[in-house]
């Protein structure tokens, strides 16, 4: 449940993930949301989601070397990392609304009709457009 998830994570100094593939990185994201630094490969979802995180430290996957430097780094400055973290967290909750969720999904249909309609001519694809919500 959230409330353990968020009360295990006030006891870590941060998050390590060793990671070869990961979708989506929440574990990362969870790390982040509770103030704590992440160091974790670039890889997938984990890339996309900490590239532009002040509190998130990036290392080549299989690199043990660099993941341990990174680590390194964090430990060294547990104080300015965890404000790094903090402000990772601000930085998440602006940007992980349902809306911009939403505007995601609407950016996501728009190219798959797009693939559709140069895979199949423009007929088969035109009859589907995006529901649009009236929020814009």
């Not at 999904?105 to 190219?111: G, K, M, S, T």
């Not at 309609?117 to 009859?127: E, I, L």
């Given at each position: 449940?959230?409330?353990?998830?968020?009360?295990?994570?006030?006891?870590?100094?941060?998050?390590?993930?060793?990671?070869?593939?990961?979708?989506?990185?929440?574990?990362?994201?969870?790390?982040?949301?509770?103030?704590?630094?992440?160091?974790?490969?670039?890889?997938?979802?984990?890339?996309?989601?900490?590239?532009?995180?002040?509190?998130?430290?990036?290392?080549?996957?299989?690199?043990a070397a660099a993941l341990a430097e990174a680590l390194a780094q964090v430990a060294?400055?547990?104080?300015?990392w965890r404000a790094r973290a903090e402000a990772s967290a601000q930085m998440l909750l602006a940007s992980r609304t349902p809306e911009a969720?939403?505007?995601?999904?609407?950016?996501?249909?728009?190219?798959?009709?797009?693939?559709?309609?140069?895979?199949?001519?423009?007929?088969?694809?035109?009859?589907?457009?995006?529901?649009?919500?009236?929020?814009?």
């Open positions: 449940d959230r409330p353990a998830m968020r009360a295990a994570y006030v006891w870590a100094d941060g998050a390590a993930l060793p990671s070869y593939t990961e979708a989506f990185g929440l574990v990362a994201q969870e790390a982040l949301l509770a103030g704590r630094p992440v160091v974790a490969s670039r890889v997938g979802g984990l890339e996309e989601l900490l590239a532009d995180l002040p509190g998130a430290q990036l290392a080549p996957p299989g690199d060294s400055d547990r104080g300015g969720a939403l505007d995601a999904l609407d950016r996501a249909y728009a190219i798959a009709l797009a693939h559709a309609a140069r895979g199949r001519g423009r007929g088969a694809a035109s009859a589907v457009e995006p529901a649009g919500r009236g929020r814009r």
